[in-house]
């Protein structure tokens, strides 16, 4: 299994484990579990493939993940009322299906032919997506809305510190690394420590 | 015509009164009627072409569906009035263009070399994207997200059930009322007599 | 440049200008205004270059497009506080995002082997998809949804404009400058003067 496949497959698990939770807290049926697992899980990626016009998309040639995710989200419906939060484990879980889905879709990118800016915006359409398509559906507040905290900003400094990891240690395990260690990293110490970036605070006008 | 080109126009002739309906519940112009009615009407087939790389998308290959969608638009505009109740016809005619739009989806995928488990997949997206569509566009709470009604589950048992008539009976009609006549009963049976799986329902933790 | 490339890079700085304007009503980082800027921008003519299977969308083929986006949303967000209504300010720009989007739209889809419908409902998509993925994402209700004002008629007239004009004056820039125009001045009109078509009212049932 290839490196860019081992990372999609890894980030469907756990995006799929996050749309069965947003099911859940939709008190939907199995099915909508399954649902519900499967647009988070294959959403972003299956953006990625259409605009790179990569035929066929990952999870039509090959449907592995249609069956993790379905696999999740029936997990998830005997299971999910064992956890304390569901909706703190649904962040920390889309926390972490972020970083490797922003480093599956940088490296999904590099292996084609697009400029440096292309790279970086598949690395952050496949972590973003998924989880905004869930949020949308699901009528929450998406998570890249979440003022002050770091989300699409994590997914852009991860998927800039591959493509500099890869002016380094071209071809190797670190440039993955990298990209995972920085989005979780940023995502983490915004959920725990409140980092951020200044927001915008309206201000009246200068006289 | 082909069976699954009937079953494309079916489908969005009745999806686009879906569409309709919701921009009479917005009170749009007739314009805004033949956008959501366009918007319901060809999206879960053109997600399910985009998704297999079908060049080109069936409504830019033959503009029958965007006439279909105008013509429905139109009616509704002027009738719409004449109908006691806007919200019960929108469900029921979306339940009707479910049935036909999993059969369309299952009945072009199953033409196209991909699995089986891919086949059930552009059954359920192309009976569910559109309506999805028109829901998020027009605010309203997405049918999939009614607690405790069989939707997504009623698709998945008419992809199901076509899947099984084709091995029963392949190449024949059957397999597509096999699809319809599942989907469409099931659904029925939810709004009519409250069938149902069992829903997710938070517990407390165990002790 | 082309002219449709011209049309594109137009609409992408406006249309960034009102995805900036969201994030800071939303109250976002820099990186957050990037986000949406980028989503609005080029929202409407990546589906557009989709759907008619152009290889590669326009912002993969040369990324001039996202430093467009960005340059904007950094603009925006060190300068928004200086104008006296944000809101004021996106929803003029948006007319004018709008207007020019519609005429890239057509021009591309001109260039193309389609139908008048395709290429009528290709200006309608570019012109209108960015906006609405802008206001589904923001969370506030999509401008198409306005109740009574021009919107997507504006650009739907846009669009016949530019078909009428090609039949008079094929090869010409008038094409365009009739496609900005009408659909820039009814939506102008709309929003100075409350120029609008008749909306759907419910009334009762004719007894």
Redesign the interface.
């Known amino acids: 299994m290839t490196l860019a496949l081992t990372l999609d497959n890894a980030s469907v698990l756990i995006f799929a484990l996050t749309g069965a939770l947003a ?2 807290r ?10 519900f697992a ?1 647009l988070t899980a294959v959403g972003g990626g ?1 953006l990625r493939d ?4 990569r ?3 990952f ?2 040639a090959d ?1 592995t993940p ?2 993790i995710a379905t696999g999740a989200a029936v997990l998830v ?1 005997f299971t ?5 939060s ?1 909706l703190k484990w649904l962040i920390w879980l889309d926390a972490a299906a972020l970083a490797i889905a922003v480093a599956a879709g940088v490296s999904v990118a590099r292996s084609m032919e ?2 440096t ?2 790279v970086l ?1 598949m690395g ?1 359409a496949t972590g ?1 997506f998924g989880g ?1 398509m869930r949020d ?4 929450e ?2 998570l ?2 979440k ?2 905290e ?1 989300y ?2 994590a997914a ?1 400094a991860g998927a800039g510190a591959a493509l500099i990891a890869s002016l380094l240690a071209d071809g190797t395990i670190w440039t993955t690394v990298a990209c995972i260690a920085t989005t979780f990293g940023l995502r983490a110490g915004s959920l725990l420590f409140g980092w ?11 006289a």
């Open positions: 099911a859940s939709a008190q939907l049926d199995v099915v909508g579990f399954i649902f499967a299956t259409l605009l790179l016009d035929d066929p998309v999870w039509i449907a249609l069956a419906f999910a009322h064992l956890v304390e569901r697009v400029g800016g292309v915006v952050v973003t905004l949308v559906v699901a009528n507040v998406p890249v809305l003022q002050g770091l699409v900003t852009v951020r970036l200044p927001v915008y605070k309206p201000r009246p006008p200068r």
